[in-house]
């Protein structure tokens, strides 16, 4: 998306001739469980800094009609890749057990002074894409 070529453009219209022929075809879900590499900080007891504290779940919840899933979101920034306008770009991939469901790749509108801008603002996005319905 940073700098689109011809190639590119032959590529989306090969998927778009896919599409047309396959226009009965199906998405399928993969619904097992991703393999997550634990690390220091899943291990972590965070019982010290936050006490023994547990979810609020209201009185008229519905109980749960299946398993649980795992949702997981890989967020990410180049701090000041566009070297013409020093804008970074922002992405995330949004993932439901081991399915797929959003993604989002712009440049941020503002331009940071350090990495940490960049990636702050890139969680930011990601944080509020449910709540703007961005993907």
Known sequence: MAAPRMGHLLAVIQVFGY?????NSRLVHDPSY????HSRFLEADWANFYG???EP?????PESLGMPVNILIY????????KLTQ???TGFLIFINNSLISWYSKKQGSIEAASF???????KTVS???LYNIN
């Open 19 to 23: 599409l047309k022929a396959h226009h």
């Open 34 to 37: 991703p393999k997550i590499y």
């Open 52 to 54: 023994d504290i547990k």
């Open 57 to 61: 779940i209201p009185h008229n919840a």
């Open 75 to 82: 967020v990410d920034a180049d701090h000041a890749g566009d």
């Open 87 to 89: 804008r970074s770009r």
């Open 117 to 123: 801008g960049s990636e702050f603002m890139a969680m």
């Open 128 to 130: 509020e894409a449910e």
